[in-house]
């Protein structure tokens, strides 16, 4: 048995000690209560898609563009402090190895480069955007949402997908149970208030007994509206209706990238959660016994230790 594979024997992070909570009720709806028809009432203007920061829509349009000039988006930074901070915090840590301490922008932009600063920039629009729902564990919610991200950004150039996509992915593809919560206050406490968390399909059956609708499909309608990729948008609505033998490249990154972050959650063991991999990317980081191989157990290690957004 390796060393990191002792460690994660007897290596519980803090996040996870948890009160235990029950499972959710089966049919823990009020009595009589209707099933809401979410489509029907964002046409009615009765529920409306949350909406992020002003600022946010524009630096993650300009940043879309490889070739985009910093000095616009360190001038656009400026004008919200809570993003400048989180940019110079981003800029100070030692992931970039900053031999002193930066306090421009301007310097911190040119630092990091366009594809940090625009992960930094969705995940903070989209919490501002989604900071406050009823019966949700935000720092769990974005806890999972990260280790998501973090996986298919990863091991998208393994399966071929592109790595700034599959963040995006991982970061949004479970933001639909955010809105039908937040669209359904009354619905989401009775269902989900004080309960053991569900995650993925599980999740989505739930969500179709209680709102007649679920997070998959409600998510990509928002992606949609925020002017995401059209191939973002089409995998994170069917990410849970495709076999894992019919995945496309960022299907695979962001079907690897939910699993291993439900198997972080729950705590499962390297072989669990390696076995729960899909086929083509478990492959990957089988050893000649079939057992999680030296990266792996690294790399699964080092995702239990990652802290939440918000």
Same mark, same amino acid.
């Given at each position: 048995?390796?060393?990191?594979?002792?460690?994660?024997?007897?290596?519980?992070?803090?996040?996870?000690l948890e009160p235990e909570k029950?499972?959710?009720?089966?049919?823990?709806?009020?009595?009589?209560?209707?099933?809401?028809?979410?489509?029907?009432?964002?046409?009615?203007?009765?529920?409306?898609?949350?909406?992020?920061?002003?600022?946010?829509?524009?630096?993650?349009?300009?940043?879309?563009?490889?070739?985009?000039?910093?000095?616009?988006?360190?001038?656009?930074?400026?004008?919200?402090?809570?993003?400048?901070?989180?940019?110079?915090?981003?800029?100070?840590?030692?992931?970039?190895?900053?031999?002193?301490?930066?306090?421009?922008?301007?310097?911190?932009?040119?630092?990091?480069?366009?594809? $940090? &600063?625009?992960?930094?920039? =969705? /995940?903070?629009?989209? #919490?501002? +955007?989604?900071? @406050?729902? %009823?019966?949700?564990?935000?720092?769990?919610?974005?806890?999972? $949402? &990260?280790?998501?991200?973090? =996986? /298919?950004?990863?091991? #998208?150039? +393994?399966?071929? @997908?592109? %790595?700034?996509?599959?963040?995006?992915?991982?970061?949004?593809? $479970?933001?639909?149970?955010?809105?039908?919560?937040?669209?359904?206050?009354?619905?989401?406490? @009775?269902?989900?208030?004080?309960?053991?968390?569900?995650?993925?399909?599980?999740?989505?059956?739930?969500?179709?007994?209680?709102?007649?609708?679920?997070?998959p499909t409600v998510g990509a309608?928002?992606?949609?509206?925020?002017?995401?990729?059209?191939?973002?948008?089409?995998?994170?609505?069917?990410?849970?209706?495709?076999?894992?033998?019919?995945?496309?490249?960022?299907?695979?990154?962001?079907?690897?990238?939910?699993?291993?972050?439900?198997?972080?959650?729950?705590?499962?063991?390297?072989?669990?959660?390696?076995?729960?991999?899909?086929?083509?990317?478990?492959?990957?980081?089988?050893?000649?016994?079939?057992?999680?191989?030296?990266?792996?157990?690294?790399?699964?290690?080092?995702?239990?230790?990652?802290?939440?957004?918000?």
């Amino acid at each position: 048995m390796t060393a990191a594979h002792e460690m994660e024997k007897t290596h519980i992070p803090a996040y996870v000690l948890e009160p235990e909570k029950r499972a959710p009720i089966k049919n823990a709806l009020p009595a009589r209560a209707p099933t809401p028809e979410f489509l029907k009432d964002i046409e009615a203007g009765r529920v409306e898609l949350p909406t992020i920061p002003s600022v946010v829509q524009r630096l993650m349009t300009a940043l879309r563009d490889p070739e985009v000039d910093f000095r616009v988006v360190s001038k656009a930074l400026s004008r919200d402090p809570v993003l400048s901070a989180k940019v110079l915090r981003l800029a100070n840590s030692s992931m970039f190895g900053s031999q002193r301490s930066m306090a421009s922008i301007d310097a911190a932009v040119g630092l990091i480069g366009v594809a $940090a &600063l625009n992960k930094v920039i =969705v /995940a903070c629009g989209v #919490a501002a +955007a989604l900071d @406050a729902v %009823p019966g949700i564990d935000l720092r769990i919610f974005w806890r999972d $949402a &990260l280790v998501a991200a973090v =996986v /298919a950004n990863k091991l #998208a150039p +393994a399966v071929k @997908a592109d %790595p700034d996509e599959a963040y995006t992915c991982g970061l949004l593809h $479970a933001t639909g149970h955010l809105i039908l919560c937040r669209s359904y206050p009354e619905i989401a406490g @009775a269902m989900f208030g004080g309960f053991e968390i569900l995650r993925g399909a599980e999740l989505a059956a739930v969500e179709t007994e209680a709102f007649g609708i679920d997070h998959p499909t409600v998510g990509a309608m928002w992606v949609e509206s925020l002017g995401f990729p059209q191939t973002v948008v089409d995998v994170i609505g069917r990410r849970l209706a495709v076999a894992d033998e019919k995945l496309r490249p960022l299907d695979l990154a962001l079907r690897s990238g939910c699993v291993l972050s439900t198997a972080v959650a729950r705590t499962e063991s390297p072989e669990t959660a390696l076995a729960l991999l899909p086929p083509k990317v478990g492959a990957r980081f089988t050893d000649a016994e079939g057992a999680p191989d030296a990266a792996f157990l690294k790399f699964y290690d080092a995702l239990g230790e990652i802290q939440p957004i918000v």
